[in-house]
C-alpha cells in the first residue's frame, strides 16, 4: 500500500493491501477486541476503495465525491495502521514481551509524525511551498519508518506469540529468519495427519 501510494494504481494496491490485511485478522480477533476493531477498519476501507473506483470511473465528473472518497481511505489507512499497533502492544503486554511493546509504541510515534506533517502539507502549509518542500519529504520519510517498524513488529509478533495450548511451538533461536525457516521446516515435516488433527482443534 506504501509503494502504491506513489502510482496511479494507488487505488487498487489500497484495496489489495486492506483485503489481505482483512484476511489476515479472521483468527485474531477472537484473541483481542482491537483485533476486532483493525478487522471492522480495514472491511470499511475495501469498501471506500472499492467506492473510489466505481466513482472514479463512472461519476469522474462528480470530483467532489471523489475527492471525499479519497480522503476517506487516507484516514481509514491511518486508523487501521494505529489500531494495529495498538492490538499487538496489548496482546503483547498480556504475554510479557516488552520488545515487541516498544516496536509498537515506536511505530505509532512515527505514524503520528506522518500524519501530522500531511495534514499540515495539505492545510496550513498548502500555500507555503517552501515549508512543503521541507515537511513533505519528513512525512514521507516518516511513513516508510512506520511501515518498515510495522512490518518487523508484526513479523516479531508472529514469531514470537503462539496460542496458550500449543505446547508443541518450536524453539526460538533469537534469530528471526532462522526461526522462521525452523518453523516452516517443522511444520513440513509434521505428519499429514498431525497437521489436519492441529488444524479442527485450532478452528474449534
Do not use: H
Amino acid at each position: 500500500m506504501f509503494i502504491g501510494s506513489f502510482t496511479p494504481l494507488s487505488i487498487y494496491t489500497a484495496i489489495i493491501g486492506s483485503a489481505i490485511i482483512l484476511y489476515s485478522l479472521k483468527e485474531l480477533i477472537y484473541q483481542n477486541k482491537w483485533f476486532m476493531a483493525s478487522a471492522v477498519c480495514a472491511l470499511v476501507l475495501v469498501i471506500s476503495s472499492v467506492a473510489t473506483v466505481f466513482v472514479d470511473l463512472f461519476a469522474s465528473d462528480t470530483g467532489l465525491v471523489y475527492t471525499v472518497f479519497f480522503y476517506s481511505r487516507e484516514v481509514l489507512t491511518v486508523i487501521l495502521n494505529i489500531l494495529l499497533m495498538i492490538s499487538i502492544f496489548v496482546i503483547s503486554r498480556s504475554v510479557q514481551l516488552p520488545k515487541i511493546q516498544t516496536k509498537a509504541i515506536i511505530t505509532l510515534l512515527f505514524i503520528g509524525l506522518y500524519t501530522v506533517g500531511m495534514v499540515l502539507c495539505n492545510t496550513a502549509l498548502k500555500a507555503n511551498e517552501f515549508a512543503q518542500s521541507r515537511i513533505y519529504p519528513a512525512a514521507v520519510i516518516c511513513q516508510f519508518i512506520s511501515c518498515v517498524l510495522g512490518l518487523v513488529t508484526v513479523f516479531n509478533s508472529y514469531m514470537r506469540i503462539c496460542y496458550a495450548d500449543d505446547k508443541d511451538m518450536t524453539k526460538k533461536t533469537g534469530v528471526a529468519p532462522m526461526d522462521f525457516l525452523n518453523e516452516k521446516l517443522n511444520t513440513a515435516m509434521t505428519p499429514k495427519e498431525k497437521r489436519f488433527k492441529d488444524d479442527r482443534k485450532n478452528k474449534k
